[in-house]
């Protein structure tokens, strides 16, 4: 679990990034984090990109409905407007973002603003999501969450998608991903390009 640094004397800010696949707990931690900060009366505020438009409009929802109100924004350089005397942001579906988001992170924690960021580390293709890889190059702590291969019950860290569609940007829930380990991944995508391929091998 992450345990938040102490500082003494004049308080400076950094950026915190929580990844993983869908299902692993990314938004449940970033909740996490904020709940805490907000009791310990810090001026918390929570932002999405525009686009994540699964739930509702006006609040960060979790898959288990642990809600906080967040405000939809359509640029990352919003945030420089929308933050000030703020001692902590929340960045929820980070992977959407623009590719200044890191930039911006930087800045809000130039300012002294404790930055949590958090975001899909790799799309359903495996390849690392937006800003999330430079965010993870420039973040002071990283958090790296699992979830479990709904196949074979080992950690999971692709979000396999069910349907076939090569857009990277397709919300969506159970019906669309599922959580699978490196190795079920891989054999899923060999499947879903050779279907009949488990036949073949089973009669050799
Ligand atoms: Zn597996």
Partial sequence: MFIEPHFKGQRSGWIEVVC???????????????????????????????????????KVVSHDSNYILSTPIDHSSRLLELTEGVDVIGIDEAQFFDLELPQVCQQLAMRGIRVIVAGLDMDFKGIPFGPIPNLLAMAEYITKVHAICQHCGNLAVHSYRKISDSETVVLGEKDT????????????NILDLHPGKEEDKKSS
């Fill in 20 to 58: 993983g696949s869908m299902f692993s707990g990314k938004t449940e931690e970033l909740i996490r984090r904020l709940k805490r900060a907000k009791i310990a009366n810090q001026k918390v505020e929570i932002f999405k990109p525009k686009i994540d438009t699964r739930y509702d409009d006006v």
């Fill in 177 to 188: 991903y599922e959580p699978r380990c490196r190795t079920c991944y891989e054999m899923g």
